[in-house]
């Protein structure tokens, strides 16, 4: 008899979750990702709420997102977002793992010491244990170097990282982070390893451009997927913002990594002309963000955030809309020009 992972599952959850979204392929590889995957960066740390974040991942999961993006020090405090990520996984979603893409990286500071941050062997390979051990796994579908380290040999971190597949501790590698020179050497030594390098995951967005100033080159001609973070400049591309408040709660309200001051009235001025060509093409601003990043093919996934699940079924309306008409690129394209 023949093992049906469907006996096992113990919520019903939606039966036509394939349905509504598309798949690219990564690169030249096997393997094809969502449209839009979900990472776990913020609101998803023992500091947040879990009731909120089961709500949004579950909402993500029936809606055909299959890929959740983590990394070793996503929280606050690092480590706590693959508890949760685990917490949900036993709960509600393992018998549906086949079903499902789980990344994570390990890369910047996680503990105190020399082996505790950026991309030796021993760093690499004690990290994704410890993810393992916090998700309740046996392995992970793809693990990321999460930022090149400019003073260990490209060989020893990429050699690590292939001896993690061969170990079957995670099935596909990918980077994060290295410009297009980096990427092309790490996807070469890979390469000559045997193991081909699945996937870039890099910042993206309207008002972050910078990997089309060849990264996007580099990995189109080794075959290699791109996955684009921070798609909606961490809320600036929603409508979170537009009035010129910072509403409470928000994550410009917090003072992390996006701050208040970084929204000048000039930003606001190239948001607002964003946002009425969005309304004029009956999509909300969020939507025209991930719809323009998904206008070239070599872009295999947008990866969102989302700080509840209305925000994700609102990002996720862009994926029933019709893709953006040239005349609506040309007018983005010369707000992107205005100085802000
Ligand atoms: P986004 O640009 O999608 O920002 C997400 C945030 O925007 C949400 O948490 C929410 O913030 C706000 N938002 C989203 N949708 C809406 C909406 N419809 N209306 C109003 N506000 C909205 O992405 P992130 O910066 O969160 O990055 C996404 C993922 O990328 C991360 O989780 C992580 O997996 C990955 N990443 C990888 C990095 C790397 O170095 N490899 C670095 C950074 C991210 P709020 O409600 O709190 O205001």
């Not at 974040?53 to 405090?77: K, M, Q, R, S, W």
Request: with cysteine; charged share 25%; glycine share 8%.
């Amino acid at each position: 008899m023949f093992f049906n992972a469907s006996e096992n599952r113990t919520e019903n959850r939606n039966e036509n979750r394939y349905d509504s979204m598309k798949y690219r392929r990564c690169g030249k590889s096997g393997l094809k990702l969502p449209e839009i995957s979900l990472g776990l960066w913020h609101n998803f740390g023992s500091a947040d709420c879990y009731k909120t974040g089961l709500e949004t991942v579950l909402a993500a999961f029936d809606a055909g997102i299959c890929h959740f993006d983590l990394a070793n020090n996503y929280g606050p405090p690092p480590g706590s977002a693959e508890l949760t990520f685990g917490r949900i996984l036993k709960e509600s979603l393992l018998p549906y793992r086949d079903e499902i893409i789980i990344s994570t990286k390990a890369g910047y500071d996680m503990w105190p010491g020399p082996y505790g941050e950026w991309g030796s062997r021993k760093y690499l390979i004690a990290s994704l244990d410890a993810s393992l051990k916090r998700m309740g796994l046996d392995y992970v579908d793809i693990f990321y170097s999460h930022r090149p380290d400019p003073e260990t040999p490209i060989e020893e971190t990429m050699g690590a990282l292939a001896d993690i597949v061969r170990q079957g501790k995670a099935l596909y590698i990918g980077i994060s982070n290295y410009n297009a020179e980096q990427s092309a050497a790490a996807i070469s030594v890979l390469r000559n390893l045997g193991v081909p390098c699945l996937i870039h995951q890099a910042s993206y967005s309207m008002l972050n451009r910078w990997i089309e100033d060849g990264l996007l080159d580099v990995l189109e001609k080794e075959g290699t997927g791109c996955i684009c973070f921070s798609p909606l400049a961490q809320g600036l591309l929603t409508g979170r913002y537009l009035d010129g408040n910072i509403p409470d709660g928000s994550r410009a309200s917090k003072g992390g990594f996006l701050k208040a001051a970084s929204i000048t009235p000039a930003l606001l001025k190239k948001l607002n002309a964003l946002n009425d060509i969005a309304k004029e093409g009956g999509r909300s601003l969020s939507a025209l963000a991930i719809l323009w990043i998904l206008r070239d093919r070599r872009n295999t996934s947008v990866l969102i955030g989302a700080s509840s699940a209305a925000q994700l079924k609102e990002n996720l309306a862009a994926l029933s809309q019709t893709a953006l008409s040239l005349d609506e690129l040309d007018r983005i394209e010369k707000v992107l020009k205005m100085e802000s």
